[in-house]
Antibody
Framework: EVQLVESGGGLVQPGGSLKLSCAAS????????MGWVRQAPGEGLEWVSA????????FYADSVKGRFTISRDNSKNTLYLQMNSLRGEDTAVYYC????????????????WGKGTTVTVSS | DIVVTQTPLSLSVTRGQPASISCMSS???????????LSWYLQRPGQPPHLLIY???NRFSGVPDRFSGSGSGTDFTLNISRVEAEDVGVYYC?????????FGGGTKVEIK
């Protein structure tokens, strides 16, 4: 069964840091692009970041560029999101998602989603 | 950035009746490779989103055939031929032809 399990969320003060993890199973992790989507309380979906499959290009929303870093460890089948300089507007459920297209260098649609991990930025 | 506009904001439908959701993008989503990068997702209450339709009209594995996607260029539609109780939730479209990827604002579907 294809599965994504996020962890690492929690309460952090403004300006603080947090690192999210997404453990993948049931597919050849290294072959697929992976990404993060967030949802603020009561709001819609917002794409945050993605990393392509084979050539590991990285992509970021303007709202997190320079503060968040996406990475992956293919030996551990795990995707990460390092979040620095956190702000109140980063408060959200963060979902990990797998690219369904199998693209070498981009990220086209999300065919598998994790259940999410909650990040709360507050003093 | 490509703006994706969904209408209506909400929809109340009788079980067994059809429903239709529109998604309009500010730029064409047709790629030079011939594919159209528009996908549809349903988020049921308290659950993560899941994929319904990709590349505008391809039904994802396991998705009931009462769901269909159509459209081209900048105008797209998700149709549900006969709404069931399990179809309640918020529907989102996503454009992925250009960064940043952008979602529509969502359409909330409820049963009358």
């Amino acid at each position: 069964e294809v599965q994504l399990v996020e962890s690492g969320g929690g309460l952090v003060q403004p300006g603080g840091s947090l690192k999210l993890s997404c453990a993948a199973s049931g597919f050849t992790f290294s072959r697929f692009g992976m990404g993060w989507v967030r949802q603020a309380p009561g709001e819609g979906l917002e794409w945050v970041s993605a990393m392509s499959g084979m050539d590991t290009k990285t992509f970021y929303a303007d709202s997190v560029k320079g503060r968040f870093t996406i990475s992956r460890d293919n030996s551990k089948n795990t995707l990460y999101l390092q979040m620095n300089s956190l702000r109140g507007e980063d408060t959200a459920v963060y979902y990990c998602a797998k690219d369904g297209s199998g693209s070498y260098s981009y990220f086209y649609y999300m065919d598998v989603w994790g259940k999410g991990t909650t990040v709360t930025v507050s003093s | 950035d490509i703006v994706v506009t969904q209408t209506p904001l909400s929809l109340s439908v009788t079980r067994g009746q059809p429903a239709s959701i529109s998604c309009m993008s500010s730029q064409s989503l047709r790629h030079s490779d011939g594919k159209t990068y528009l996908s549809w997702y349903l988020q049921r209450p308290g659950q993560p989103p899941h994929l319904l339709i990709y590349e505008a009209s391809n039904r994802f594995s396991g998705v009931p055939d009462r769901f269909s996607g159509s459209g081209s260029g900048t105008d797209f539609t998700l149709n549900i031929s006969r709404v069931e109780a399990e179809d309640v939730g918020v529907y989102y479209c996503l454009q992925s032809i250009q960064l940043p990827l952008t979602f529509g604002g969502g359409t909330k579907v409820e049963i009358k």
